[in-house]
């Protein structure tokens, strides 16, 4: 498997994500600047997080006007995998990748901590490595995580299996009391339709190793080397 990591001015964790990916893959993933309107071919993409372009106009709407972001597109819209990671996933929205909008959180603060997520489904190339229904710990620091979609979309999209995960409770329950941001039904992550494009709020990466202290984000890496191996 080989995997390109874009890195886009301001992006703080594409080590974080080179890291991960090196430790699953057992080989270096490419490192793509921004300017680069063409890189060699890859099974998968990865847009990591930070704060693009300093998170100025909107979050992530310059980085997905970035030359290199004409060709993500294309192979995304031709099949090949891409997952955004926080910043990553907010470029998704902003590209028309995923359906959607990521807005500042309801509480319009910073928020930096570990959350549980309920993994909707075990039923894709990033989450085969899960059992559907299954709470995971994996950190979050965003300002702007609060997902929203209108609501005949979101019904589409929960009737498509769009949904990727859920910030619950320790129970697994999607409730009020675990929504850091103000999501609309708790959402972390969602889809595209054909599952082949991922974006999450919550960073995998800084949970991939018991050095970490914990390890419950490795396996959406482990499931992407599984599949696309």
């Known amino acids: 498997m080989k995997a390109a990591v874009i890195v886009f001015p301001g992006s703080n ?21 921004h300017k680069e309107s063409s ?12 704060f693009s372009y300093g998170d100025y106009l909107r979050c992530g ?26 910043n990553g996933f907010q470029i998704l929205t902003e590209a ?5 909008v990521v807005m500042r959180n309801a509480n319009l603060k910073f928020v930096c901590k570990d959350v549980l997520l309920r993994v909707e489904t075990g039923q894709s190339l990033f989450t085969s490595k899960y059992e559907s229904g299954t709470t995971i710990r994996i950190p979050i620091a965003h300002h702007d995580g609060n997902y ?13 299996g769009q949904i990727a995960f859920r910030y619950c409770d320790s129970d697994g329950q999607a409730s009020n009391a675990a929504n850091p941001n103000g999501s609309i039904g708790n959402i972390a992550g ?3 339709e054909t599952k082949t494009v991922l974006g999450l709020m ?12 914990g390890n419950d984000g490795r396996a ?5 080397v599984e599949a696309l191996s």
Not at 220 to 224: A, Y
Request: net charge negative; charged share 25%; hydrophobic share 45%.
């Open 202 to 213: 919550p960073h995998p990466e800084r949970l991939s190793d018991p050095a970490l202290g």
């Open 13 to 33: 964790c594409d080590r974080d994500v080179q890291v991960a990916l090196r430790q699953s893959m057992e080989r270096e993933p490419l490192m793509v600047w």
């Open 61 to 86: 709407a310059m980085a997905a006007k970035s030359p290199v972001m004409k060709e993500v597109v294309r192979r995304a819209e031709n099949g090949v995998p891409v997952l955004g990671i926080c």
């Open 148 to 160: 929203f979609a209108d609501s005949a979309t979101l019904r589409a999209m929960d009737d498509r």
């Open 190 to 192: 969602v889809y595209n």
């Open 96 to 100: 028309g990748l995923l359906p959607g």
């Open 220 to 224: 959406i890496f482990d499931s992407l």
């Open 39 to 50: 890189f060699e071919e890859v099974d998968l993409i990865v847009l990591p997080g930070g």
